[in-house]
């Protein structure tokens, strides 16, 4: 679990594993609110897996992997041989946390969504709910735009963004889970 691997298109073999946190075993049965843990595995992992597909960045005859986790951690791999090329932590993660179903890319810029969703067993004060933009070849943060809480006392809404989210030329369209959509320049996050 929590792993990248590349398989020959050829021949349908593995050509690299890598892992990025070992031992991660969870599913729903271990959230706090279920009496019955029977189906919760021994010992509880994290719940920080890949939810979401890395994207293939091909900038200036460079290429370069980069996937988010929910644990909020951000990864770039050599796409040839899975080899590490940065890593660089975003969010503060979770099983509502971190970075979950896609991210994007414009240029050389990939663009992370953050959830961090309060979902009460993870401190709401270290929580980074936003969009945040790396240079996918260097891991440099770029900028960061945290959302604004406009939920008031609302149940079950949270300035996080847990979708995907899509970039066009100078724009990025983020769905964030407090009902709005927000557009930022994607070049300072504006």
């Known amino acids: 679990s929590d792993a990248i691997m590349a398989f020959s298109l050829r021949d349908g073999r593995r050509q690299w594993t890598f892992q990025a946190t070992a031992g991660d075993a969870w599913n729903l049965a271990c959230m706090p609110f279920i009496p019955d843990k029977s189906n919760c595995p021994t010992p509880v992992g994290p719940d920080v897996d890949f939810a979401s597909p890395p ?56 663009f992370i969504p953050i959830s961090d969703y309060d979902d009460e067993m993870l ?9 945040y933009a790396l240079d996918a070849f260097t891991g440099e943060a770029l900028w960061s735009s945290r959302a604004d809480d406009v939920c008031g006392d609302r149940k079950d809404c949270d300035p996080g963004i847990s979708q995907a989210i899509t970039a066009i030329p100078g724009v990025v369209f983020a769905g964030h889970m407090d009902g709005r959509v927000r557009a930022h320049d994607s070049t300072n996050g504006a």
């Open 123 to 131: 401190p709401k004060s270290a929580a980074k709910p936003g969009l």
């Open 55 to 110: 994207a293939l960045i091909r900038h200036g005859g460079r290429e370069v992997l980069v996937a988010g986790q929910k644990s909020g951690d951000v990864w770039a791999l050599n796409p040839d041989n899975g080899k590490l090329l940065w890593h660089r932590p975003v969010g503060r993660g979770g099983n509502q946390g971190g970075q979950h179903f896609g991210l994007a890319v414009e240029g050389r810029r990939v």
